[in-house]
T-cell receptor, first 114, second 110 residues
Framework: GAVVSQHPSRVICKSGTSVKIECRSL??????MFWYRQFPKQSLMLMAT?????????EQGVEKDKFLINHASLTLSTLTVTSAHPEDSSFYIC??????????FGEGSWLTVV | LAKTTQPISMDSYEGQEVNITCSHN???????ITWYQQFPSQGPRFIIQ???TKVTNEVASLFIPADRKSSTLSLPRVSLSDTAVYYC???????????FGKGTRLSVIA
């Protein structure tokens, strides 16, 4: 099946710094990508929808100035957590679709803010 | 987006068949039903997708009744490695984000 890859898989950053997570579709062009956040023992929570060449659509309660999403090409979307704080520590997962009926997920990225 | 309801948890012994049922009473005409498996610290993995009747692949079967208001994921002869959280989701196209419910935590016991 289609492959979606995230990088890095784990990252630790200091409070107040910014960190970027990449999401790539490896064998298909992803017109739309989605970003989720998942806390331990909880389900995935949708953060935003990223469309190639246009601004992301954020879910209610997600700060667009804190979680910057860029979808500059059909194979890459990035999530930048700006001025990260310990409460931003979480598992971040992206997913992508090439326009069909199936959405594929990346491996996830663990962010720890210390 | 249709809301789904699944059992919170299930236990099974190795070698048994496991059936997880999902209710989606408000499913729309264009919605597909997709099941994902998630292990700790990994992204959800696609298992199977269907629209109606029965779909089978190398890992599972998906049974969808005529009214499409529910679906059942069937895992034949589970093993310890099938211990995971299973999510049932419905959506109309791949461009619509999937909204996750709580999923079903399956524990396979030796």
């Amino acid at each position: 099946g289609a492959v979606v890859s995230q990088h890095p898989s784990r990252v630790i950053c200091k409070s107040g710094t910014s960190v970027k997570i990449e999401c790539r579709s490896l064998d298909f062009q992803a017109t739309t990508m989605f970003w989720y956040r998942q806390f331990p023992k909880q389900s995935l929570m949708l953060m935003a929808t990223s469309n190639e060449g246009s601004k992301a659509t954020y879910e209610q309660g997600v700060e667009k100035d804190k979680f910057l999403i860029n979808h500059a090409s059909l194979t890459l979307s990035t999530l930048t957590v700006t001025s990260a704080h310990p409460e931003d520590s979480s598992f971040y997962i992206c997913s992508a679709t090439g326009g069909g009926n199936t959405i594929y997920f990346g491996e996830g990225s663990w962010l720890t803010v210390v | 987006l249709a809301k789904t309801t699944q059992p919170i948890s299930m236990d099974s012994y190795e070698g048994q068949e496991v059936n997880i049922t999902c209710s989606h009473n408000n499913i729309a005409t264009n919605d597909y039903i997709t099941w994902y498996q998630q292990f700790p610290s990994q992204g959800p993995r696609f298992i199977i997708q269907g629209y109606k009747t029965k779909v089978t692949n190398e890992v599972a079967s998906l049974f969808i009744p005529a009214d499409r208001k529910s679906s059942t994921l069937s895992l034949p002869r589970v093993s310890l490695s099938d211990t995971a959280v299973y999510y049932c989701l419905v959506g109309d196209t791949g461009n619509t984000p999937l909204v996750f419910g709580k999923g079903t935590r399956l524990s396979v016991i030796a």
